[in-house]
């Protein structure tokens, strides 16, 4: 059983950055994929980015490709979102994801085995 703590979230005004980190614990295995997703107020989960089990491949969705970045430290079992240039619709609760049973990045929500809990970050006009 793997345990994702997220942190990082918070206000920031259109244009700014954030870097949200998530902590991985109990039963990790480097050779996951991991990935981070977004969910708006009344949305579906969407996915923003993965990245494969040695950093080597990476995958964004169209809406963030150029201003976010998905890295991670196999060493210190941690994944990163760093997210530039950011927007108002970029506000949602972020997601990190660790796939139980994929090394490769994907994009579909069921791929994925852990999940954290959450952060939320707002972006104001």
């Known amino acids: 059983q793997v345990q994702l703590v997220e942190f990082g979230g918070g206000l920031v005004q259109a244009g700014g950055s954030l870097r949200l980190s998530c902590a991985a614990s109990?039963?990790?295995?480097?050779?996951?994929?991991m990935a981070w997703f977004r969910q708006a107020p009344g949305k579906e989960r969407e996915f923003v980015g993965a990245?494969?089990?040695?950093?080597?491949?990476?995958d964004y969705a169209d809406s963030v490709k150029g201003r976010f970045t998905i890295s991670r430290d196999n060493a210190k079992n941690m994944v990163y979102l760093q997210m530039n240039s950011l927007k108002p619709e970029d506000t949602a609760v972020y997601y990190c994801?660790?796939?139980?049973?994929?090394?490769?990045?994907?994009?579909?929500?069921?791929?994925?085995?852990?999940w954290g809990q959450g952060t939320q970050v707002t972006v104001s006009s």
């Open positions: 990245i494969s089990w040695s950093g080597g491949s990476t």
């Open positions: 109990g039963r990790f295995f480097s050779n996951y994929a």
């Open positions: 994801a660790v796939g139980g049973r994929i090394g490769v990045p994907r994009r579909m929500v069921d791929a994925y085995d852990y």
